[in-house]
C-alpha cells in the first residue's frame, strides 16, 4: 500500500539530489586538479560515474520503500523479464564489459592518440560504452562503441623519416646529410628532439638513411610533411637530385 504522503519521498530525492549536486561537482573537481596524469583523470571519471549510478540505484529503492512497495517481492517477479531485457541489451553489456576491460588493462588514457585499424585519432573522451575519438589527419570526431573495439594501439611519440641518398655520394657525406636533416627537423614545431640513426636499407636506386623525430603524437602528419620539406631543402643547397629508379631500354638490331 503506498503512503498517503509521497510528498516526503519527493523532498528526500530534491534535497539528496540538490546535495548529491553540490558534492560531486566539489569531489570531481578535487580529485582531477590532484590528478596529475591522465590515466587517472580517466579513472576517477569512471569512478564518479559509477557512483552516481549506485546513489541513483539506492535512492530509486529507497524512495519504493518508503511508498510500500515490496522491493524484493517486485525483483523476483522480474526475474523472467530480466532474461527478455538482457537478451535485448546485449550490446549494452558488450560494451560494459569491453569498457572494464579496458579501464582495468590502463589500455588508454584522455589525450593519448591511439590507432584503430586504419584509424588514428586523439581520445576526447571515454565511459564505459563508448570512446570519443579526433581524427589527427581530417580532425574529424568518431565515437566508437566500445565492442567494436578489437584492438587498440597507443601510438608512440616518436616517428621516423626516410632519407635516400645515392649511391653514388660517398657514405661519410651521406652521413652528414642526414645528420643536417636531423638538425633542420629539431627546429620543427611539435618536434622535441631529433637523430640521424642509420643505414636502414640497401635498395635499388638508394642508400636509405633513417632520422627519428620524437613528437607529439596528434602532429605527426604535419611533422612528417615538415620533415620531407626540410630534406628537399638541405639536398637543394648541396645540389643533390632524390634517387629514384632507373629503366635502360636497348634496341637490338
Known amino acids: 500500500?503506498?503512503?498517503?504522503?509521497?510528498?516526503?519521498?519527493?523532498?528526500?530525492?530534491?534535497?539528496?539530489?540538490f546535495i548529491w549536486f553540490r558534492l560531486d561537482r566539489h569531489f570531481k573537481k578535487c580529485l582531477i586538479a590532484h590528478a596529475n596524469t591522465a590515466t587517472r583523470q580517466t579513472s576517477l571519471n569512471l569512478a564518479l560515474m559509477v557512483a552516481k549510478g549506485?546513489?541513483?540505484?539506492?535512492?530509486?529503492?529507497?524512495?519504493?520503500?518508503?511508498?510500500?512497495?515490496?522491493?524484493?517481492g517486485m525483483i523476483a517477479g522480474l526475474g523472467v523479464a530480466g532474461i527478455i531485457v538482457g537478451f535485448a541489451l546485449q550490446d549494452l553489456l558488450k560494451d560494459l564489459i569491453m569498457g572494464t576491460a579496458i579501464v582495468w588493462d590502463n589500455t588508454f588514457a584522455l589525450g593519448d592518440v591511439i590507432r584503430v585499424g586504419n584509424f588514428e585519432g586523439k581520445v576526447l573522451s571515454f565511459n564505459f560504452k563508448s570512446t570519443k575519438v579526433q581524427?589527427?589527419?581530417?580532425?574529424?570526431?568518431?565515437?566508437?562503441?566500445?565492442?567494436?573495439?578489437?584492438?587498440?594501439?597507443?601510438?608512440s611519440d616518436w616517428l621516423d623519416i626516410d632519407v635516400?641518398?645515392?649511391?653514388?655520394?660517398?657514405?661519410?657525406?651521406?652521413?652528414?646529410?642526414?645528420?643536417?636533416?636531423?638538425?633542420?627537423c629539431e627546429r620543427i614545431d611539435s618536434v622535441n628532439s631529433a637523430?640521424?640513426?642509420?643505414?636502414?636499407?640497401?635498395?635499388?636506386?638508394?642508400?636509405?638513411?633513417?632520422?627519428?623525430?620524437?613528437?607529439?603524437?596528434?602532429?605527426?602528419?604535419?611533422?612528417r610533411r615538415a620533415a620531407n620539406s626540410a630534406a628537399q631543402d638541405v639536398f637543394a643547397e648541396r645540389d643533390l637530385a632524390f634517387p629514384y629508379d632507373h629503366l635502360d631500354v636497348q634496341l637490338c638490331k
Not at 503506498?2 to 539528496?16: A, D, Q
Not at 574529424?140 to 597507443?154: L, S
Not at 635498395?203 to 623525430?213: N, P
Open 54 to 72: 549506485a546513489v541513483a540505484a539506492f535512492a530509486v529503492i529507497f524512495v519504493l520503500q518508503v511508498n510500500g512497495v515490496d522491493v524484493p
Open 164 to 184: 635516400p641518398v645515392a649511391y653514388e655520394v660517398e657514405a661519410a657525406d651521406a652521413r652528414e646529410i642526414c645528420a643536417e636533416v636531423a638538425r633542420r
Open 195 to 223: 637523430e640521424f640513426i642509420g643505414t636502414q636499407e640497401l635498395a635499388a636506386s638508394s642508400i636509405v638513411y633513417r632520422v627519428r623525430l620524437h613528437c607529439d603524437p596528434a602532429s605527426r602528419y604535419a611533422v
Open 135 to 155: 581524427d589527427i589527419r581530417t580532425g574529424n570526431v568518431v565515437t566508437f562503441c566500445n565492442r567494436d573495439v578489437a584492438t587498440i594501439e597507443v601510438v
Open 1 to 17: 500500500m503506498l503512503s498517503e504522503k509521497p510528498w516526503i519521498s519527493l523532498s528526500i530525492i530534491l534535497i539528496g539530489g
